[in-house]
């Protein structure tokens, strides 16, 4: 009987060894961030050895864009999967405040979006997370409640709500702003459709504002009156 050929490498690891890798990684950018998922660390995690994550991703660079790529089409199928608000400006709500709590609970993974390993723009799985957002704003520009161009709510949305992730993930979680996102959200709201939320407050949360910014010029309070009190006022103003 001739020889059977020798199993290459690929067939000894198993079928699986690239989706191992990459849960691999995801885990230690999860538990870590993206400094954690060394070369070494990601392959003592999967089970292989280092000469394969070379093979099968190039290298570091090559493997976490294929983590994030991997990431972004599962976010991407569940987003695609929600039955859709019947109001496209709520719709629209949802899908930004989803993409915010998905940053916040992948910050490592959030941060790998936004540089330069994100998958390039003509990607299918980029291109597929456009079209969502195109299709909600697309919906609201059919029923008459778009006031700029599609294009123009497009760039806002992606610019605004990524930035509010950003600067929130740039807080100490135990600091962070719980309505920044909700004040970003609707501020690009007012900025692209004829129906914003009509703010809760607003005369009261104004006059808490113009307080706060008269304080310096009071003598009557105290250094702790004057704190306490500016603090007091800034929950004032940013109340929902």
Known sequence: MPDREKPTAEDAEGPNTRARIIAAAAELIASGGPDAATTRAVAAAAGVQAPTIYRLFGDKRGLLSAVVEHALTSYVAKKAARKPHPDPIQELRIGW?????????????????CSELAPPTESSVVNNGNELLRRRI??????????????RALGLVSAMCNGAVLTLLRQPEGQRDPGLSDAAREAVVAAVTSQAAPPANAEVRSAATTLRASLDRL????????????EWLARIADAG
């Open 97 to 113: 405040d989803m993409h915010v709590a998905f940053g916040l609970s992948h910050p490592g993974l959030f941060a790998l979006m």
């Open 138 to 151: 697309r919906n609201i520009a059919l029923a008459g409640r778009l006031r700029v161009s599609e294009e």
């Open 219 to 230: 003598t009557v309070l105290s250094q702790g009156e004057s704190a306490l009190l500016r």
